[in-house]
T-cell receptor, first 115, second 111 residues
Framework: DARVTQTPRHKVTEMGQEVTMRCQPILGHNTVFWYRQTMMQGLELLAYFRNRAPLDDSGMPKDRFSAEMPDATLATLKIQPSEPRDSAVYFC?????????????FGPGTRLTVL | QKEVEQNSGPLSVPEGAIASLNCTYSDRGSQSFFWYRQYSGKSPELIMSIYSNGDKEDGRFTAQLNKASQYVSLLIRDSQPSDSATYLCAVTGTGFQKLVFGTGTRLLVSP
């Protein structure tokens, strides 16, 4: 049963600390998406990659967030320095191309709390 | 105007009834449409995709798409308490490359 995996599942940190979230996409999927979900804003796209190349990171605060794909099996999202307003659930999704569209499958998420 | 709009609900239906969830979108160039289900504290789970006008059925679920009117709906027949969740509508933006999600409709199915 192929699934997207994310670590850690929960993270509590203090303001100013660096946070790194990791995602392993489904084997064979070449597109990876990072989302943030809050009660107020819903599900927001932060960045996405195709074949490890960043295609769009316009949803991401550039001064503190960075996303990378060191290899095809690992995507990372870093926040440095973290702020209380970054508290949210961060989802990674990997995509399987179906015609012109990626069908996306979500990981379990990382629940981040910044104190 | 939000790109994808859904009524936040909650939509309450009795067990066994048909639940009808609606979604409108603003980008006429949108080509692909998805419904995700999200249980509280869980990640979104894909339940339906639809690409052409008309109806698409999968078990108790039917997705309906009307591109001229820019709406997509999800019907759940014989609703069960286990269907109680938030349903997210997602639409591709121009260029097909990324999904835009609505804020979701919360469905409550009472026994």
């Amino acid at each position: 049963d192929a699934r997207v995996t994310q670590t850690p599942r929960h993270k509590v940190t203090e303001m100013g600390q660096e946070v790194t979230m990791r995602c392993q996409p489904i084997l064979g999927h070449n597109t990876v998406f990072w989302y943030r979900q809050t009660m107020m804003q819903g599900l927001e796209l932060l960045a996405y990659f195709r074949n490890r190349a960043p295609l769009d990171d316009s949803g991401m605060p550039k001064d503190r967030f960075s996303a990378e794909m060191p290899d095809a099996t690992l995507a990372t999202l870093k926040i440095q320095p973290s702020e209380p307003r970054d508290s949210a659930v961060y989802f990674c999704a990997s995509g399987s191309r179906d015609g012109s569209t990626d069908t996306q499958y979500f990981g379990p998420g990382t629940r981040l709390t910044v104190l | 105007q939000k790109e994808v709009e859904q009524n936040s609900g909650p939509l309450s239906v009795p067990e066994g009834a048909i639940a009808s969830l609606n979604c409108t979108y603003s980008d006429r160039g949108s080509q692909s449409f998805f419904w995700y289900r999200q249980y509280s504290g869980k990640s979104p789970e894909l339940i339906m995709s639809i690409y052409s006008n008309g109806d698409k059925e999968d078990g108790r679920f039917t997705a309906q798409l009307n591109k001229a009117s820019q709406y997509v709906s999800l019907l759940i027949r014989d609703s069960q308490p286990s269907d109680s969740a938030t349903y997210l509508c997602a639409v591709t933006g121009t260029g097909f490359q990324k999904l835009v999600f609505g804020t979701g409709t919360r469905l409550l199915v009472s026994p």
